[in-house]
Nanobody
Framework: QVQLVESGGGLVQPGGSLRLSCAAS????????MSWVRQAPGKGLEWVSD????????YYADSVKGRFTISRDNAKNTLYLQMNSLKPEDTAVYYC??????????????WGKGTLLTVSS
């Protein structure tokens, strides 16, 4: 079965950086676009970023554009999210998600259990 395991969350001061990872298994990782979504305390799910199957096209929410970078290593079946210039508003549980095809337009069909990022001084 599809399995997505996020890691790398933790406590960071405002302005700091952190990289999240997502280890994927149970499907042909290189065939599928991948996404990151997050849920802040007391708020609903927010889409963060998409990356196409080959890694050539990326997309970001306005709230993170210029600060976050999504990438993937298809040889390692791993998705990444590099987060820089972190703000308290970035505090959330971050989820890795698989989509149904090579582009994010197919929609998300599987999620991991999430990893918590806390940005606080």
């Amino acid at each position: 079965q599809v399995q997505l395991v996020e890691s790398g969350g933790g406590l960071v001061q405002p302005g700091g950086s952190l990289r999240l990872s997502c280890a994927a298994s149970g499907f042909t990782f290189s065939n599928n676009a991948m996404s990151w979504v997050r849920q802040a305390p007391g708020k609903g799910l927010e889409w963060v970023s998409d990356i196409e199957s080959g890694g050539g096209s990326t997309y970001y929410a306005d709230s993170v554009k210029g600060r976050f970078t999504i990438s993937r290593d298809n040889a390692k079946n791993t998705l990444y999210l590099q987060m820089n210039s972190l703000k308290p508003e970035d505090t959330a549980v971050y989820y890795c998600a698989k989509t149904g095809g090579g582009t994010a337009g197919y929609g998300m069909d599987s999620w991991g259990k999430g990893t918590l990022l806390t940005v606080s001084s």
